[in-house]
């Protein structure tokens, strides 16, 4: 391509729903802690490497029979509030504006459990009910 002579129409995306096709086997409930994994399918969060954190499901999507990319699943980035660890792994209000990782499709923690957890996103507040975590995928991947 050559620079620019003239005006050009460059189409944006708008909006904060994104959509993106589920890897095999996934049943991925609404409200849930979506990831991306390392083939760049969507997944439900688990305790698991090569993960990143997208988003909250936006509704259920049951590709638990069928191949990746079957299926296609409507996820927000966005700040929602999970459930928070316990014991070592609870986060609290140190731990706003660092990294935290999967747990489970509904639980975050504060550590990467030894190099076996995925990041989720980046802690935004903390209150009694549990943990906000910014979810937006690139964020989580430079998130430290």
């Known amino acids: 391509m050559v620079a ?34 390392a083939a760049g399918f969507l997944v439900k969060g688990v305790t698991a490497l090569n993960l990143t954190g997208v988003g909250r499901a936006e509704h259920q999507m049951d590709n638990s029979a069928g191949g990746a990319g079957d299926v296609q699943l409507r996820y927000r980035p966005g700040i ?3 459930a928070n660890s316990a014991a070592g792994e609870l986060i609290t209000i140190a731990d706003i504006g660092k990294a935290c ?40 991947r430079v998130a430290s």
Do not use: H, Y
Not at 6 to 30: W, Y
Not at 108 to 114: E, F, I, L, P, S
């Open 80 to 82: 929602f509030r999970f």
């Open 4 to 37: 620019l002579t003239k005006d050009r129409n460059t189409p944006q995306s708008a909006g904060d729903l994104r959509e993106g096709p589920v890897a095999a086997s996934q049943l991925i409930f609404a409200g849930s802690l979506v990831c991306r994994n």
């Open 101 to 140: 990782f999967v747990v489970d499709d509904q639980t975050v923690a504060r550590t990467n459990g030894t190099g076996t957890r995925s990041k989720a996103g980046v802690i935004d507040a903390v209150d009694d009910q549990g943990v906000w975590v910014r979810m937006d995928e690139a964020l989580a």
